[in-house]
């Protein structure tokens, strides 16, 4: 069974930072490709930050620069850290994390975090 721990939002104002976190449990061999997604009331899912397994993030314009993905291969956690936030990175922020049951190449799956909420407000 696959479990997800996603945290680390909250109400913070412009310029203040958070960090998120995106914790995986269960029986896993190992997670591979991440990323974290957010979405607006009322508007799609955006990728914000993706890092491939070889290490090499992505991030969408509107945050590069101010964001910073990572992980913890042996705890298994991912993160986001979001500094200097603006008003419009307000959404719920999503973690996206390939997982690999074992060394075959099709034991594995894409799973999403339950969400947690980002809101930067004056």
């Known amino acids: 069974q696959v479990q997800f721990a996603e945290s680390g939002g909250g109400l913070v104002q412009p310029g203040e930072s958070l960090r998120l976190s995106c914790e995986v449990s269960?029986?896993?061999?190992?997670?591979?490709?991440i990323g974290w997604y957010r979405q607006a009331p009322g508007m799609q899912r955006e990728l914000v930050a993706n890092?491939?397994?070889?290490?090499?993030?992505i991030y969408a314009d509107s945050v590069k620069g101010r964001f910073t993905i990572s992980r913890d291969g042996v705890k298994k956690i991912v993160f986001l850290q979001m500094n200097d936030l603006k008003p419009e990175d307000t959404a719920i922020y999503y973690c996206?994390?390939?997982?690999?049951?074992?060394?075959?190449?099709?034991?594995?799956?894409?799973?999403w975090g339950q969400g947690t909420q980002v809101t930067v407000s004056s």
């Open positions: 890092m491939p397994n070889a290490g090499v993030p």
């Open positions: 269960g029986r896993i061999w190992n997670i591979y490709n």
């Open positions: 996206n994390v390939e997982i690999h049951f074992g060394p075959k190449y099709y034991d594995r799956g894409t799973y």
